[in-house]
């Protein structure tokens, strides 16, 4: 594989708060012959995303908030349902997620458990997104969340029955990838049935 891809050149086509960019290169076809293409590669950074889940309660917190993107393909009201996540700013994953957990749902926890990473969207993007579950109790809450006024972020915190947020998933109320893995994640590993 090692020698598929030759002469990569990135070309900025924009940055703002994000990159889009032009990567132009010749890949060497099944067949052996070479073919240039050029595809397009949107680049926002990487992020990290976590279940938040009380086992006793059988409860996890999810977060509501705006999403322009989903508003302009299908989502008239613009809101997605989603795990608590955020963009790692230079980061590390797991101090990226604990900072996101405080600032969006107002609990504070010490330590969160590593679960995998995936591409969010590798056709398009180049993000890769890091995968968390951690445990939630009353006692670890410490503000009411919602996101930093600074940003003008607006999020709404969610706790329903792990058994409404599976059943969202075939309503079509929750449409987020991300948030629709853990939560199967949860289900695969029965992780409300071991005590
Ligand atoms: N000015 C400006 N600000 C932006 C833009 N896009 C996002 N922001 C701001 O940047 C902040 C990002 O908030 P985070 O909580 O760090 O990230 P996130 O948007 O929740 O992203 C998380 O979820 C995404 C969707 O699944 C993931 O793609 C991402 O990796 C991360 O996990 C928010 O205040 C948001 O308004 C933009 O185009 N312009
Ligand atoms: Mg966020």
Known sequence: MGNKIKNVVINTLYKGWATLNEVSFSYK????SWVN??????????????LLYNKVKKTVILTKQFRVST??????????????????????????IIR????????RVNSVTKLFKAYSSPGALTEILHYFITEYSEDMKVNEGGGLDSEHEDIEVLEMPF?????????????????ICLLQYAQINK???NS
Do not use: H, W
Request: contains cysteine; proline residues 1%.
């Open 29 to 32: 076809m099944k067949n052996e």
């Open 37 to 50: 293409q050029k595809r397009e590669s949107y680049d926002r950074g990487d992020g990290a995303t976590v």
């Open 71 to 96: 508003f302009l393909n299908g989502n008239d009201s613009g809101f997605v349902l989603e795990t608590c996540a955020g963009m790692l700013d230079n980061d590390q994953p797991e101090a990226c």
């Open 100 to 107: 996101e957990i405080e600032e969006e749902t107002g609990y």
């Open 163 to 179: 058994e409404f947020a599976v059943n969202m998933i075939t309503t079509g109320e929750i449409k987020d990838i991300k948030t």
């Open 191 to 193: 992780i409300f049935n």
